[in-house]
């Protein structure tokens, strides 16, 4: 079974960037929907982006046109770069892998969750 395993969080300053990386620890994504999830100070885990194996991508709306996310099916690895972060960006970022192969943004979609990453973004 698969165990992401993020990396890759930490301080920046509003409108800096940051990469974050997410990492098939066994087994690989293969075949997995992946998926972005962040939790900031508030109860809500809401998507960030959705990943399918091959298509397109899809952005919530507060991320779109600054966020963009990759993956390498190769390397069974997941990518998420940050642009122009703001303060409310702050929050523990998840990878995640799907419970099928067509997994939408929903948090119950996804069997297979990371420990999570925190990124700050503070002046």
């Known amino acids: 079974q698969v165990q992401p395993v993020e990396s890759g969080g930490g301080l920046v300053q509003p409108g800096g960037s940051l990469t974050l990386s997410c990492t098939a620890a066994?087994?690989?994504?293969?075949?997995?929907?992946l998926a972005w999830f962040r939790q900031g100070p508030g109860p809500v885990r809401e998507f960030v982006a959705i990943v399918p194996y091959t298509g397109n991508i899809t952005y919530s709306d507060s991320v779109k046109g600054r966020f963009t996310a990759s993956r390498d099916n190769a390397k069974s690895t997941l990518s998420l770069r940050m642009n122009s972060l703001k303060p409310e960006d702050t929050a523990v970022y998840y990878c995640?892998?799907?419970?099928?192969?067509?997994?939408?943004?929903?948090?119950?979609?996804?069997?297979?969750w990371g420990q999570g990453t925190q990124v700050t973004v503070s002046s």
């Open positions: 995640a892998a799907g419970s099928s192969w067509n997994a939408g943004p929903a948090r119950h979609e996804y069997r297979y």
């Open positions: 066994r087994h690989t994504f293969n075949g997995y929907t």
